[in-house]
Each structure stands twice: as C-alpha cells, then as structure tokens.
C-alpha cells in the first residue's frame, strides 16, 4: 500500500531535549515536506527536499533541522524544542519527475507538545 | 509564489451544493491548482487538480475562468461527512523551487 508514515503519532516532551520525528514514503518520490499546522494559521512549510541530499528551507524554518540522507526518509529534527514549537506535524511526499503535478501524499501528523 | 486567499469558513445543508472560491492573483503561467481535504486529526488529501477551464471527477468539479486568478471548487449535493477544511495550493513543486504555501483553509461545516 501506498502510504507515508511518521513516528511518534504522539509526543511529549521537555524545553531543550533533543528529538527527531521520521517520516517514510513507499512510492519512491522525490519530493518530501513537513508542514506544521497551528489553529487559525493553516499549513505552514517548514522544510523541503527536491531529492537526496538537497534541501531548502520553507516558511518557518527556525529552531528545526532536516536531512535527506535516502530517497524514502526525511526525518525532521527539534536540537532544542520550546513550547512555541507545540504542533501538529505533517509529512508529505510527491513525484516531480516528469509530472505536472504536485499532489502530495500526506502522512497522519505527529501531535507534539512542548512543556 | 501565488498567494491564495479563501473564506475562513463556511456552512452548508445536507443536499445543497456547495461552492468554494480560492483567490490567486498572482499564479504563474505554468502554476496548476491544486485542492486539498483535510478532516480533523488526519493529513490533508489530494481532491482536484486543474489548469484552466473546467474539471470533473467523481468527487467534485473545479472551475477555472479564463484569466486564471481564482478558482471555484465545487461539491454537489453534500452530506455530513463532507464537513471538513478545504485547502486550495497554486503552484508545482519543480516550478517553484520546491516551496509551497497554503492558504488559511476553509472549515465547511455540512448541517443536517
């Protein structure tokens, strides 16, 4: 099945403890995204990557990291998370190769909470 | 990058069609628009896409005037479990650089 994971759905933790939330596509594509989404303020994009080992900045880049090590993961990483980080995450994963399009395929969400 | 402009929200009856109208003043020529679902608690998901003119699939029928500013994503005769944000994005990925950016959504709210 054609899907994009994320790990944890679910997540709670402390100001300045390190994570990183993953995220995995099946359909070898080589467009990857997060988004966070905050009441009132839709989708926003945090980073993206074309393809392996390049990547740019989206709108809110501050205070995350990314790396684009292989094609199907594109793990999201908070060095030191502060409660203005408290979000839902999303991951999103589409094909540019010779498309037109850029439908996304959009995992669950991962529900942080910084206290 | 197009920037969209939609309703915050909107309220609709079980049956009626329901017509939602994304600005987007400064869509690039190559720029496809795309519409997005999203229910509560789950990631957003592929509707409609189109360029110009008229598209139809079995879920909904997007409009497209001719000078490609806005658009009207279009739901017939709706029913509750279409109560949902409706996100309208311009733009393609390669075309772009690879950002994207959402507009704010419109929460339809479907009522029996």
């Known amino acids: 099945e054609a899907q994009v994971t994320q790990n944890p759905r679910y997540l709670i933790t402390v100001t300045g403890k390190k994570l990183t939330v993953t995220c995995s596509q099946n359909?070898?594509?080589?467009?990857m995204s997060w988004y966070r989404q905050d009441p009132g303020l839709g989708l926003r994009q945090i980073y993206y990557?074309?393809?392996?080992?390049?990547?740019d900045k989206g709108d809110v880049p501050e205070g995350y990291k990314v790396s684009r090590k292989e094609k199907r993961n594109f793990p999201l990483i908070l060095e030191s998370p502060s409660p203005n980080q408290t979000s839902l995450y999303f991951c999103?994963?589409?094909?540019?190769?010779?498309?037109?399009?850029?439908?996304?395929?959009f995992g669950p969400g991962t529900r942080l909470t910084v206290l | 990058l197009a920037k969209t402009t939609q309703p915050i929200s909107m309220d609709s009856y079980e049956g009626q069609e329901v017509n939602i109208t994304c600005s987007h003043n400064?869509?690039?020529?190559?720029?496809?628009i795309t519409w997005y679902q999203q229910f509560p608690s789950q990631g957003p998901r592929f509707i409609i896409q189109g360029y110009k003119t008229k598209v139809t699939n079995e879920v909904a029928s997007l409009f497209i005037p001719a000078d490609r500013k806005s658009s009207t994503l279009s739901l017939p005769r709706v029913s509750l479990s279409d109560t949902a944000v409706y996100y309208c994005l311009v733009g393609a990925p390669y075309n772009q650089g690879g950002k994207l950016i959402f507009g704010q959504g419109t929460e339809l709210s479907v009522k029996p």
């Open positions: 999103a994963s589409s094909s540019i190769a010779g498309a037109r399009t850029d439908t996304q395929y």
């Open positions: 400064n869509i690039a020529t190559n720029d496809y």
């Open positions: 359909m070898n594509h080589e467009y």
């Open positions: 990557s074309m393809n392996v080992e390049v990547t």
